[in-house]
């Protein structure tokens, strides 16, 4: 019901948003080139043939889906057009920087600044505009869907206030059905029109295009009663759809799948699942990751070169440690500590400052001076950029734990590695070491049951103050 609507909004909406933003630029250099110079000092100088602009074009054509797809403006069912319109405002800001930093990085001075601004201006406003139309000519300009619910009386009266409130999406309840048990009690806001055996004549009286069936709550074997009024709906061509409130409360999304050609199945996670923005992430995490590699290889040497005066032994510190659901994969880091740093361990488990399996400890008397400074401001993390690389860490995730502290977890805890391991993540930013066990796991969890890359984008800028200003580290 929302769903293929959605897809053909979303579908018809990368048609318009592509149009608008072509039309924006062409209409940024026309208006510059109408307006004279002389008139406004700002606008002197002269203004390259339109041709010149088609790298900036080609960039802004790549960008702009991306950033669209990212903050949900291709994927999000039954947003209204206010919320839309505010979650525009934001893509357009933020693919406008990104543009900004292509023409700096790829030379392009001689692209017009005001032509940049206006452009910007004129995109926000046109795709907005367009979007509205697309809405008016597939959803309002038509007729609405019209939907009979019927079912139990808390259920059914549940599911068709749902239904009205996507009404944007051009769906209209035409009325509720009862299942016998109950009748219209004088405190609904819409009309009770009959019983399940009435459904045949309503469909047509009321000109449904939908029948929803919410059954009660441990009612489910009413269905069995109405098999053949359900088989003759679908003969007739009306749609019929079962509410899924019959099964147990779960915090895992419900989702349908098939395996093969007559195997369906009802798929329970709790995970993120969506391929293409993991993808998208893996992508930005190897150029990413590449990138840094280069530009601080004389960093790297530095502390490398540090580490080694400082403290006999080798440059890096490896551990085996627990990645994505559990498997096992070498974690890097600058070692910070004295070589038998794991062999005296167990001599201070009494100064532990952490609860749970974790161990942390202020003034640590096996880290080394050098390895301390390295601590206090996370340089000693850099080498899980090849991590990163290989794809056992992504940029932003929960922390990798060791495996002795996955044994000891929780089953609760252990939905933390349904996720791949990050270099940053909300614990991170949110105190660290200062955090009890606890809440650093119930933040990896509130990760995972929120993420997005938006969310990842802001965990990464946030992360900078963080460390600069060493908040928790140790």
């Known amino acids: 019901m929302i769903a293929e609507r959605a ?35 700002f606008l002197s100088g002269s203004l390259p043939p339109f041709a010149w602009y088609l790298p900036v074009l080609a960039c802004i054509l790549l960008v702009w889906p991306l950033v669209f797809y990212a903050l949900g403006l291709y994927g999000r069912q039954g947003r209204t057009l206010n919320s839309e319109t505010s979650v525009i405002l934001v893509a357009v800001g933020i693919a406008g920087l990104l543009l900004i930093a292509f023409i700096f990085t790829a030379r ?54 749902l239904v009205h409130s996507h009404r944007d999406w051009g769906l209209e309840v035409a009325g509720l059905v009862t299942d016998g048990r109950w009748q219209d009690e004088g405190h609904s806001d819409f009309p009770v029109l009959g019983a399940y055996d009435d459904l045949l004549r309503l469909v047509q009286e009321q000109h449904a295009a939908e029948v929803l069936i919410a059954p009660a709550t441990g009612q489910l ?23 899924m409130n019959f099964l147990p409360r779960s915090i895992s999304r419900l989702s349908f799948d098939q395996l093969g050609e007559d195997f369906p199945l009802l798929t329970f996670s709790n995970t993120p699942g969506n391929e293409v923005l993991l993808a998208v992430r893996r992508v ?22 540090g580490v080694k005066l400082a403290s006999p032994g080798p440059v890096l510190f490896r551990q ?23 062999r005296l361990k167990p001599l201070l488990e009494p100064f532990n400052e952490m609860d749970g399996p974790a161990f942390k400890m202020t003034n640590d008397p096996r880290v080394f001076p050098f390895g301390g400074f390295l601590r206090r401001t996370s340089l000693d993390e850099l080498p899980q950029l090849w991590n990163i690389l290989r794809g056992d860490m992504s940029f932003v995730g929960p922390r990798p ?23 940053t993540c909300l614990w991170q930013i949110s105190g660290r070491n200062e955090l009890t066990f606890d809440e650093w796991m119930r933040l990896d969890l509130e990760y995972i049951d929120n993420w997005s890359l938006w969310l ?4 990464a800028f946030k992360t900078i103050p963080a460390v ?5 580290a140790r």
């Not at 452009?119 to 300009?141: A, E, I, K, S, T």
């Not at 734990?401 to 270099?423: A, C, H, I």
Request: proline share 4%.
């Open 468 to 472: 600069l200003l060493g908040r928790g």
């Open 284 to 305: 930005a995490d190897v150029i990413i990751a590449m990138a840094l590699l280069v530009l601080l290889c004389p960093l790297l040497l530095a502390i490398a070169v």
């Open 108 to 161: 392009q001075q001689f692209i017009s600044r005001p032509v940049i601004v206006a452009f910007l201006l004129l995109d926000f406003v046109l795709v907005v505009g367009l979007r509205r139309m697309v809405r008016g000519l597939l959803l309002d300009g038509g007729e609405p869907r019209r939907v009979l619910v019927a079912g139990g009386a808390v259920e059914a009266r549940g599911a068709a206030a």
């Open 221 to 243: 074997g009413d269905l069995h009663d109405i098999a053949g009024v359900i088989a003759k709906l679908e003969e007739q061509g009306t749609m019929v759809r079962l509410a």
């Open 320 to 342: 085996v440690r627990c990645g994505l659901h559990g498997r096992r994969f070498t974690f890097l880091k600058f070692r910070t500590m004295r070589t038998d740093a794991e």
């Open 456 to 459: 990842d984008i802001k965990i």
């Open 7 to 41: 897809r053909l909004i979303n579908g018809a909406y990368v048609v318009s948003d592509a149009l608008a933003t072509v039309l924006s630029l062409a209409l940024a250099y026309i208006l510059r080139g109408v307006v004279p110079g002389d008139s406004m000092p």
């Open 401 to 423: 734990s060791v495996v002795d502290e996955v044994n000891q977890y929780e089953p609760w805890q252990r939905r933390r590695l349904s996720m791949k391991p990050g270099l």
